[in-house]
């Protein structure tokens, strides 16, 4: 219980020190524009009017976010002892929790979140630093499943330190460029550079493995990440199209996020169904 106590003291403590109210959103929008670029509801709960930003990709990102944490649980159910299924309940957890923070604060609350009240909206707040470190630790203790579940030995060791490393230093990072600030350090971009060892790391695995041991487990893990890296490829692909730029002055909302959530929406079910029952520790070398 006290280190709980300290986690949220701590985190207070960081929320008051923090400069991002200094960083404005680029480009600059107020209250008024905010809410021109994007659809929006407003409703009104007991004496609160209440503007619910982006409805339908809102949604969509907090049904990714619950569907992840079922399946994270999932994982913890049918853990039998496996450290492998652990870790991957642990990473989905993480990623769900970072799938919701994000939605609250990129779309369904950006307005009461980054905008009301304030001359110039701001850029980013703390519900999206918290979404990039978990997502971060996330693909961190993917590394961890996989090191058990498809090395031994030094690699998995490797596997091991790399992860606690990488977990420590983009913390550290993080906060550097919530407390200077730096936008970059606290970027999306940013957050796919960090991940990215880890996701080439999983694909060479997994991808020498089935190559030479032929094992159910290792083609599963290997459609897990090139479905993981297509998705990410398509909502890059739509990012740059303008395509929602243009759907928007037709009056309909389809965003890049939709893209991807709905590309991780598929993700996750196909770990819940095809992958899940077949993670288990390895005694193989590799």
Known sequence: MKRILYFFAFFFILTACGRLDSIPYTPAQTSETWLQIQPFAEFKLASQNIIFVQPSTSIIVYSLGILTVIVGLYFLKIRAGQRSRIWWGIALLL??????????????????????????????????????????????AMTLAVAYSSTTGKLRKALSVYSIINAGMYFIIVMIGVFVPIKFLISFELLLVVAAPGIIAFFVINGWRYSKYKLKLDFALLGTWIWLGITIAAYFLYLISGNTESLWAKGLWFSANDVLHIGLIIWMLYIAFALAPQVNDTLATI
């Open 95 to 140: 990623w769900g929790v970072g799938a919701l923070l994000a939605g609250t604060s990129y779309e369904a609350f950006s307005y009461a979140i980054k905008c009301a009240g304030r001359e110039a909206c701001l850029w980013t707040s703390w519900w999206e630093i918290l979404y990039l470190i978990a997502s971060v630790w996330s693909i961190d």
